[in-house]
């Protein structure tokens, strides 16, 4: 059975920091790991879909990356705002098409 | 393209009451996931939905349940509704391929009384 693990589970940083944030997995047979973003109360944002195949992937402030045979992943928040502050979720999707999610980092960001 | 719809947005129910949730996945997509989120819990995988069929099941009751119709919109339903059952949740459209990426909706809030 699929488990994720995502340390730490709450951080809070100053404005402008660059900060990581951990996700692990006990299976590495997955097809692709995704980084989402959950503000209080809505829905989740799709930040970031590594493959499988990969080993990271950037968007903006953004990267994540992942080394599947020792089932960890990473985001690299780069020069935080305190827009970023939000619940950060990673998810992986193994066989069965589904998404096996951490409990989350709560990030807080201060002016 | 529009993203994934859910409706409605806001639920407040009673126990015992059942409950119909829906979801209208993007164009195109044909496969339709439910998830449960709850404080205690986190995201949980209810079921998946694939041209009709129910492709992949989670651990819940049989008190959930859902299908999906010929145009992939998918609905979800939950009887004997319990306090427990109070949650967000969200669904989820792909292309239904192996290791297709997953859109999320805005979720659906239920709120049982």
């Known amino acids: 059975k699929q488990e994720v693990t995502q340390i730490p589970a709450a951080l809070s940083v100053p404005e402008g920091e660059n900060l990581v944030l951990n996700c692990s997995f006990t299976d590495s047979a997955i097809y692709n790991l995704q980084w989402f973003r959950q503000d209080p109360g809505k829905g989740l944002t799709s930040l970031l879909l590594?493959?499988?195949?990969?080993r990271e992937q950037t968007s903006g402030r953004l990267n994540a990356s992942l080394d599947k045979s020792s089932g960890r992943s990473t985001l690299y928040i780069a020069a935080s705002q305190p827009g970023d502050s939000a619940t950060y979720l990673c998810?992986?999707?193994?066989?069965?098409?589904?998404?096996?999610f951490g409990t989350g980092t709560r990030l807080a960001v201060r002016p | 393209k529009a993203g994934v719809t859910q409706t409605p947005r806001y639920l407040i129910k009673t126990r015992g009451q059942q409950v119909t949730l829906s979801c209208s996945p993007i164009s195109g997509h044909r496969s339709v996931s439910w998830y449960q989120q709850t404080p205690g819990q986190g995201l949980q995988f209810l079921f998946e939905y694939f041209s009709e069929t129910q492709r992949n099941k989670g651990n819940f009751p049989g008190r959930f349940s859902g299908r999906q119709f010929s145009n992939s919109r998918s609905e979800m339903n939950v009887s004997t509704l319990e306090l427990g059952d109070s949650a967000l949740y969200l669904c989820?459209?792909?292309?239904?391929?192996?290791?297709?990426?997953?859109?999320f909706g805005p979720g659906t809030r239920l709120t049982v009384l």
């Open positions: 590594i493959q499988s195949s990969q």
């Open positions: 989820a459209s792909s292309d239904g391929g192996a290791g297709d990426e997953q859109f």
């Open positions: 998810a992986v999707l193994s066989s069965g098409d589904k998404l096996t």
